[in-house]
């Protein structure tokens, strides 16, 4: 049993969130450009690729709320299922122990 894939995407998903959560707080920056997070899978890991948003020329703030929020919520429930593995990988490890001993 390995973590470490569930680690990496809580890792990544929190840089997401990081990321999203600036981008939201400088929604009242005149010409403020958001930053874009991709999730990229390895074989043994996930990690997030941060890039500028596309600039549109608006001389307000680009940050779109309509992508944000969803973004938000997403990391949120992606965080969840992976702390109920790691959760489950060792309540079986434990259960394995004790039947071992």
Do not use: C, W, Y
């Not at 890039?51 to 429930?77: C, F, W, Y």
């Amino acid at each position: 049993m390995n973590i470490s894939n569930n680690i990496s995407s809580i890792s990544a998903h929190q840089t997401m969130l990081n990321t999203t959560a600036n981008n939201v707080a400088n929604i009242n920056t005149d010409g403020f450009i958001p930053k874009d997070t991709r999730m990229i899978n390895d074989s043994n890991s996930v990690q997030a690729n941060i890039a500028e948003a596309d600039n549109n020329g608006s001389k307000r703030s680009q940050t779109n709320l309509a992508k944000e929020i969803p973004d938000e919520i997403i990391v949120q429930d992606v965080t969840a299922v992976n702390v109920n593995v790691i959760k489950t990988q060792d309540e079986m490890l434990g259960t394995l122990l004790d039947i071992k001993t």
